[in-house]
């Protein structure tokens, strides 16, 4: 069993940056791979950034790649995602998922069957 709990959502303006973190518990096994997705209100949820629990191997979809920023912090049970250059389009309700198994979609890690967190809220203004 895995427990993830996400903070670090906002408002910001375009142009702004902000870091989410998704705080882990229980077993490690279940988070050899761990990403964060978004969605947003009538949209499909779709994976933004993942990585392995070594913290190595970081994989990110097209439309973040050189402004979002996934990291993982073993010592703190913490995985990051921080954001730059935010624009309105990121506007979503941000997730953190982990899992045992894990795949490349897209070419970024995926949890398979993931456990996931809450979500937290990040909205971007013009």
């Known amino acids: 069993q895995v427990q993830l709990v996400e903070s670090g959502g906002g408002s910001v303006q375009a142009g702004g940056s902000l870091r989410l973190s998704c705080v882990a518990s229980g077993d490690t096994y279940s988070r050899y791979c761990m990403g964060w997705f978004r969605q947003s209100p009538g949209k499909e949820r779709e994976e933004v950034a993942g990585i392995y629990s070594s913290g190595r191997n970081t994989s990110y979809a097209d439309s973040v790649k050189g402004r979002f920023a996934i990291s993982l912090d073993n010592s703190k049970d913490t995985l990051y995602l921080q954001m730059s250059s935010l624009k309105p389009e990121d506007t979503a309700m941000y997730y953190c998922?982990?899992?045992?198994?894990?795949?490349?979609?897209?070419?970024?890690?995926?949890?398979?069957?993931?456990?996931w967190g809450q979500g937290t809220q990040v909205t971007v203004s013009s």
């Open positions: 998922a982990a899992s045992p198994v894990c795949t490349v979609e897209k070419g970024i890690v995926k949890p398979i069957a993931p456990y």
